[in-house]
């Protein structure tokens, strides 16, 4: 298979600095995508990435790993709005732009 | 980013009725997807089309059927519901990547879908 593994929780602080761990398999892999997803609704784009290295946006990055089979996503100044799953989600080449999930990790943010 | 919209949005039922969950983007994306969330668990694709009249079966095994009659028009279909099809179905397009880049999925808002 293609497991995705991510931590299933994690609390943070309002106006720290978290990071969200994801691993996969490394056969085969094309590009990596990381998600927000608030209770009750749809996923939201985030960022991609295809070659190590970090990509910055904003309040959030995200770095990449090929050979590790490792990517983060890093969430700076955390706001209480960031409370949120974050799904981490890999597509392999032969899959045709179909990705794979995650579980996911909650993010709870406190005050 | 995709316009893409779901109706209904919450859609209560009892068994062995037959529903259709609506999905249409106004992008013109060629390819569209469906997947299945049960709470707390990940997205688990279920169909899938590249096209007008492509339709192919995802990941996991569902009782669903879908048609791609028209490019913005992607509907899920079932005909006969039952408890274990109480779930939120996501309908998603995706846009053509660019320099290498693989396609960039975007979701409409869902369908939470209960089946007494």
């Known amino acids: 298979g293609q497991n995705i593994d991510q931590p299933t929780e994690m609390t943070a602080t309002e106006g720290a600095i978290v990071q969200i761990n994801c691993t996969y398999q490394?056969?085969?892999?094309?590009?990596l995508f990381w998600y927000q997803q608030h209770a009750g609704e749809a996923p939201t784009f985030l960022s991609y990435?295809?070659?190590?290295g970090l990509e910055e946006k904003g309040r959030f990055s995200s770095f990449l790993s090929r050979s590790k089979g490792y990517s983060y996503l890093l969430l700076k100044e955390l706001q209480m709005k960031d409370s949120a799953s974050y799904l981490c989600?890999?597509?392999?080449?032969?899959?045709?732009?179909?990705?794979?999930f995650g579980q996911g990790t909650t993010l709870q943010v406190k005050p | 980013e995709a316009d893409i919209y779901q109706t209904p949005r919450y859609l209560v039922i009892g068994t062995g009725k037959k529903i259709t969950l609506e999905c249409s983007q106004t992008?013109?994306?060629?390819?569209m997807y469906w997947y299945q969330q049960d709470p707390g668990m990940e997205l688990h694709l279920i169909h899938y089309?590249?096209?007008?009249?492509?339709?192919e079966k995802g990941d996991l095994s569902s009782e669903s059927t879908v048609s791609r009659i028209r490019t913005e028009h992607f509907p899920l279909t079932l005909e006969s519901a039952r408890p274990s099809h109480t779930s939120q179905y996501l309908c998603?397009?995706?846009?053509?990547?660019?320099?290498?880049?693989?396609?960039?999925?975007?979701f409409g808002p869902g369908t939470r879908l209960t089946v007494l």
């Open positions: 990435n295809v070659l190590d």
């Open positions: 992008m013109g994306h060629d390819k």
């Open positions: 490394t056969s085969g892999f094309n590009g």
């Open positions: 998603a397009s995706s846009e053509p990547g660019t320099g290498g880049k693989t396609d960039t999925q975007y």
């Open positions: 089309s590249y096209g007008v009249n492509s339709t």
């Open positions: 989600a890999v597509t392999y080449s032969g899959n045709t732009g179909k990705l794979i």
